[in-house]
């Protein structure tokens, strides 16, 4: 019986070959989309998932109350984790993280940065990145101790069994003992290191980082296997309280939530978490549905088109005893073999764009050649695929009465005909929503990009200060600003549009006591607001001019708005201690990511920096020379160090890279959309075509001229496309709405986009339909009525 079928079904292809082909690369194409979003889709949710504990691992939050408001930050304080271990018995370890930073590693004459981080002693029994060398009780056990991946041994020691022992100095300023080979970090971590150094470490040579009103790591903890997490988290959540008195008016709360969530789980809202690329991830995995469902939408109108052509076949089979179940299976039988020729279409597809694809994702996405679970999910997504596709082909091919078809006068009813356009209908709804949709995103993504920040990022260059900046600065200073190309030269202890240290240590004359207002903060050099031409609203910048900026302050405007200074100028403020006064005030400028509102800044000035940038800004055109003569500067004063730079603008695309791919994909599916729902809508016009040939001949005959016919023929399709894009507008100003949310500055929806949806929709349409028409229309009449 399977042989019948597919007999019937390869003669069917042969008999119409232009159909054929149609069809088959409309499913191609949507089984390829989806196949990529499945990819896509399965490699985002792998991410941190491949760790042994992870349905024990949990990560602490803090859920902070300032000015009546909540926020809420993963960043915590560094003493955190060992307190909570000998604290609470349902944690069995915990460990502090720092942040992610590159590391300069001398070996003879062998200079290497690499990136890294510290990390408490129990982090390799927390988390899954097998040793080569080493263990996980030695890994991390002395603050001299450093663990280091494959890649960075063979690097400096030519093996992971020639490491193990050895000694090696970070930064010119310490030298630690290899106690540990780890593996090299997978793709799908989050984690990207090549080394590892104890925290005590970092406990040392940060004072700051031992005290409980200060934050910055992070805190994971790993449970007893017999742990309940909801009373741990109950623990947790007044923990903070048996180090800073309350009543102080600094309220901060604990809490905690899966370490492998983060990555999918990371935007945070109100003082919860309240998703991230999880939304993306759902919102592409109902794209790949829907622009599957436009395919086989596509075969069922295409299907159906060509049913007069096989209408007798199926009379003449009734005749001679085929009941209407054979035909059925019959039917879907061949919509399964013709979807498994689309499918193995797909897979060649999916073959050759992968490496876009993951270009375009940032994505490391291998065709998963030997994985068994992909090639049962194919067989699965065929026949599912086949199964929907000719179910309303076979049915309706099916139910054609023999009598009616053998007389040559088979019709479509009028509930099949309303089916039919309904589908369509469907179809172009999808299509304009996704149209929509993609012109939206891609105006809030031009927004963001060409929005005034307050600051201009243009032609400036961050040179990292490597070593000890305190001692050659001054003179790399004087001799880059010399240079044919530099318009001026500052510094920060961190990038001025990624602002991340914080703290309640300010104070000003009036200031309520019981109110702890939290400040981001920003150690500066001279000369900062001029080099970064952000606009003084009153004021000076700070200047070598004045002996006093030492203890000076410039804050932003929403920063003096909250001290209620009228007159701010000259008023006296306190930072960490130190007391000084106000004397300047920026305008507000966009100094983190655009999902977030602009937070009350103070600037200080920091005349010997220990790290941080060198911020240069240079004439575009000028731009290699400048880099070239800076770095061999660099080399003259800071030789045991490389020259490493960024372009400011560069990464600022890096903090949109998100919403960047977001746009990208959104664009190549919804052309995607289209081009599968013209093909059905093809497929509609030549089952119209078909049923109204001899009305045309007739028209023909009588006089009709070709506008006229175009006319008859069109009208039915636009009408159908203008009640699709009805339908659509709504949805896409409430899905489109909700995902602006996520962003504190955004656009506004106006008409615009559906305007131009509307009008892409309907042209693409009719050009679509004017193929089929104007080819109905030219026919010779005499064919059409030769039967009559």
Known sequence: MFKNYFLVAIRSLKRNKIFSAINILGLALGLTCSLLIMLWVQDEKSVDQFHEHKDRLYSVYERQYFDNKVQSTYSTPGILAREIRHTIPEVEHSTALGWDQETTFQLGDKILRMPGNAADSDFFKMYTFPLLEGTVQSALASPVSLAISRKMANAFFGSPQAAIGKTIRANDQKDFTVTAVFEDMPENSTAKWDFLYNWEYMLETNGWARQWDNNGPRTTILLRKDADPAKVSAKLKEFMYKFVDPKSGWRVELDIYKTTDRYLNSRMKDGVISGGRIEYVRLFSLVAVFILFI??????????????????????????????????????????????????????????????????????????????????????????????????????????????????????????????????????????????????????????????????????????????????????????????????????????????????????????PNTKPLFSQLGVGYDFISTMQMELVAGRDFSRSFGTDTASFILNETGVAKTGYKDPIGKPFTFWGRKGTIIGIVKDFHFNSMHEPINNLIMHLQENPDHGYAIVRVQGSKTREVL???????????????????????????????????????????????????????????????QRVREIGIRKVLG?????????????????????????????????????????????????????????????????????????????????????
């Open 295 to 512: 395919a086989c939408i596509n075969f069922m109108n295409l299907t159906t088109a060509r049913s007069i052509k096989r209408s007798r076949e199926i009379g003449v089979r009734k005749v001679v005893g085929a009941l209407r179940g054979g035909l059925i299976r019959q039917f879907i039988g061949e919509a399964v073999i013709i979807t498994a020729l689309a499918m193995l279409m797909a897979l060649v597809l999916l073959f050759l764009v992968l490496p876009f694809f993951n270009q375009m994702t940032q994505k490391h996405i291998e065709f998963p050649f030997a994985a068994w679970t992909f090639w049962i999910g194919i067989v699965g997504l065929t026949l599912i695929t086949g199964l929907i596709a000719g179910s309303y082909p076979a049915l309706f091919l099916s139910g054609f009465k023999p009598i009616v078809v053998l007389k040559g006068v088979a019709k479509a009813s009028s509930g099949a005909n309303w089916f039919r356009k309904g589908l369509v209908v469907f179809q172009f709804a999808l299509s304009s929503l996704l149209i929509i949709g993609t012109i939206i995103v891609s105006q809030q993504v031009s927004y963001i990009q060409n929005k005034n920040l307050g600051l201009n990022r243009e032609n400036i260059v961050k040179v990292s200060l490597l070593g000890e900046p305190d001692k050659y600065f001054k003179v790399f200073n004087d001799e880059v600003k010399k240079l044919p190309g530099v318009t001026a030269i500052t510094r920060a202890e961190q990038d001025p549009m990624e602002i991340g240290n914080s703290t309640i240590g300010i104070d000003w004359e009036g200031k309520d």
């Open 628 to 690: 070239s003569q800076m770095e061999t500067i660099n080399k003259k004063v800071n030789p045991r160090f490389p020259f490493v730079y960024d372009f400011a603008d560069e990464e600022f695309k890096k903090i949109y890279a998100r919403e960047t791919m977001a746009k990208q994909l959104s664009n190549c599916f919804a052309a995607l959309a289209i081009i599968i729902s013209c093909l059905g809508l093809l497929g509609l016009a030549m089952f119209a075509a078909e």
């Open 704 to 788: 009709a001229g070709l506008g006229s016919l175009f006319g008859l023929l069109s009208r039915e399709f636009l009408l159908l496309v203008f009640v699709a894009f009805v339908i659509a507008c709504p949805l896409a100003w409430w899905a489109m709405n909700n995902w602006l949310q996520d962003f504190e500055y955004r656009i506004g929806i106006n008409w615009l986009p559906f305007a131009l949806a509307g009008v892409a929709a309907l042209a693409i349409a009719l050009f679509t339909i004017s193929f089929q028409t104007v080819r109905a229309a030219l026919a010779n009449p005499v064919k059409s009525l030769r039967s009559e």
